[in-house]
């Protein structure tokens, strides 16, 4: 059963724009919620993260925003630029767990000049 | 330091042969785990060791996989009688136990091929 669920498996965006991807995930122990970055032949990057104690983050150009009642999160960048364009990955991790991560899918990223 | 190093970075093996991959971590990192990532999916846990302890296991790794990490410093993940469904990214991350999580520091990955 997929835990994290990133349901757009791609985005275009215009640059300058606002590009909004989602994640939802069914487990309540989830308190502390990360997104990475990837680029072809890297590993992921950390970009941004929130704990369950909050609803907002933000950090220059990203912000993320988790709705726990719904169980979803959603990473904002304003403006996009075209150096954006990659996979971004949702994960979540449990108190106690040692902060083993469960991964979304992922979204590809296309920011177009 | 330049952060996690994975080696080798490509690895194409035939089934049934046995592979091993490593991994350096930060060098002030005392945990290290070990993520498999397959086509269009996200990355899945495989097993973290705390200095050189393996405390967790994913039900993910069957007992054809085993990990270690002596002295707590770089670490190995052996795939023995490997299989055309082991072709994957495997990848490797570090982190500080202690320091409030701002998410790990993955390696760049070693890409198996079994054919």
């Known amino acids: 059963d997929q835990q994290v669920k990133q349901n757009s498996p791609s985005l275009s965006v215009q640059e300058g724009r606002i590009s909004i991807l989602n994640c939802d995930y069914t487990?309540?122990?989830?308190?502390?919620f990360l997104w990475y970055k990837k680029y072809p032949a890297e590993g992921p990057t950390f970009l941004i993260s929130i704990s369950s104690i909050k609803d907002k983050n933000e950090d220059g150009r990203f912000t993320v925003f988790l709705n726990k009642s719904a169980k979803h999160l959603s990473l904002h960048i304003v403006p996009s630029q075209p150096g954006d364009s990659a996979v971004y990955f949702c994960a979540a991790s449990g108190y106690g767990s040692a902060r083993q991560l469960t991964f979304g899918s992922g979204t590809q990223l296309t920011v177009l000049p | 330091d330049t952060g996690v190093s994975q080696d080798p970075r490509h690895k194409i093996t035939k089934r049934g042969q046995n592979v091993t991959f490593r991994c350096d971590p930060i060098s002030e990192h005392n945990r290290l785990y070990w993520y498999r990532q397959t086509l269009g999916q996200g990355p899945e846990f495989l097993t973290y060791f705390q200095n050189e302890a393996q405390l967790e296991k994913s039900r993910l790794l069957s007992d054809r996989f085993s990990a270690e990490r002596p002295k707590g410093s770089f670490s190995t993940l052996e795939i023995q009688r490997t299989e055309q469904g082991d072709s994957a990214m495997y990848l490797c991350a570090s982190s500080l136990v202690g320091v409030a999580n701002y998410g790990y520091t993955f390696g760049s990955g070693t890409r198996l091929t079994v054919v």
């Open positions: 487990n309540s122990m989830f308190d502390y």
